[in-house]
């Protein structure tokens, strides 16, 4: 008699939502609060575990909450570590690409790296280190009003390089949250990376600091959750609106002298090549060189690049002298943008 097959027990697969099928337009209508996303069935949970499991190795008896919100943060006073909505299904990770051109977190590198730079803030807030006399003689007042905006310094040495776009240098609680996350990223060579620069002594600090934090409970333990889906009433359209607005920039107020430094006027006197036709042409070789220069959320790359084409072109401007030389001032204006644009938004859309 043949052996009966072994019976196993599989795993019911979730119900989409109806949400799923809708087009870009009808789910843009929806509410937050009414798509009713958990992290339950979300992919999340190998890299939670791995935020886990480098925080014990280390000997940090820390498990900082997590929830889902509209963006990535860690607010202040509370241990725990609010998600991107988008994180908890592909749907709306297809929606935010659509809509920014790229995903932020939206690979396992550059996830784990948002997750350590939010631990560091989450650690600080459970165990109250911006009150500590050596954080403070470290990293500078954790009180100090965050910035408007912040003039970055490309050439320092005194901060780490971990997000991008030197953001360490905007405010000392990002600082401390940068030197951690670099602190605790697995097989991190940091004695080596940033031997003989000023910022050695803040990962020094931050080594000491978490050895002697190591087997000891958070001082605060509060789960409170801030900003939840569940209570957000707003759509994902106005979400959107507001999340693109933060990139627009006034092109003609602003850099329209700039651009006429670059290329000149068109006269009737000679035949030239037209500025926004060599910019177009050279277009994917600038946005991969900005891309790698600013380290930027693709969308402000894009939307820097169109906006320059399109003021050369409603400027009729055109190509004097070199066009090597025109491509290289234009490359450097639109980097100069770029930076503007950042100084904006702190944190947000990093590689």
């Known amino acids: 008699m043949p052996k009966r097959p072994r019976t196993t027990t599989r795993r019911r697969k979730p119900r989409e939502p109806a949400w799923v099928r809708l087009s870009d337009d009808e789910l843009l209508e929806r509410r937050f609060c009414d798509l009713r996303l958990t992290l339950r069935d979300s992919f999340m949970h190998p890299y939670l575990e791995q935020l886990q499991q480098e925080l ?136 080596s990376d940033y031997e003989d620069w000023p910022a050695l002594k803040k990962l020094e600090y931050v080594d000491a600091l978490m050895k002697d934090l190591a087997g000891r409970r958070p001082l605060v333990r509060s789960r409170e959750v801030i900003e939840p889906l569940s209570d957000n009433r707003r759509t994902l359209l106005k979400h959107y609106r507001e999340k693109l607005d933060r990139y627009q920039f006034d092109a003609k107020a602003t850099y329209d002298r700039r651009l006429k430094l670059v290329f000149g006027v068109r006269t009737n006197e000679h035949r030239r090549l037209a500025a926004a036709t060599l910019l177009r042409r050279a277009g994917p070789q600038m946005i991969r060189w900005l891309t790698r220069r600013t380290r930027l959320h693709p969308y402000v790359i894009y939307h820097v690049v169109r906006t320059v084409v399109q003021r050369c072109r409603d400027l009729d401007l055109v190509v004097i002298g070199s066009k090597r030389e025109a491509t290289r001032r234009a490359l450097g204006l639109m980097e100069r943008i770029m930076i503007d644009v950042l100084r904006r938004d702190r944190e947000k859309y990093t590689l």
Do not use: C
């Open 56 to 191: 014990e190795r280390r000997g940090l008896k820390f498990k900082p909450h997590v929830w889902l919100s509209e963006e990535w943060f860690s607010p202040d006073g509370i241990p725990g570590i609010a998600l991107p909505f988008y994180i908890a299904h592909p749907r709306l990770m297809q929606l935010e690409r659509r809509q920014m051109n790229e995903v932020e977190g939206g690979n396992a590198n550059w996830l784990m790296r948002i997750l350590r730079h939010e631990a560091g803030h989450a650690i600080d807030n459970a165990f109250r280190l911006r009150r500590r006399k050596d954080w403070r003689q470290t990293f500078g007042r954790a009180s100090r009003p965050y910035p408007r905006i912040y003039k970055p310094r490309p050439a320092s040495k005194r901060f780490v390089l971990h997000l991008g776009h030197w953001y360490a240098q905007s405010h000392p609680t990002e600082d401390f949250a940068e030197t951690f996350a670099v602190w605790l990223q697995p097989r991190s060579r940091w004695r």
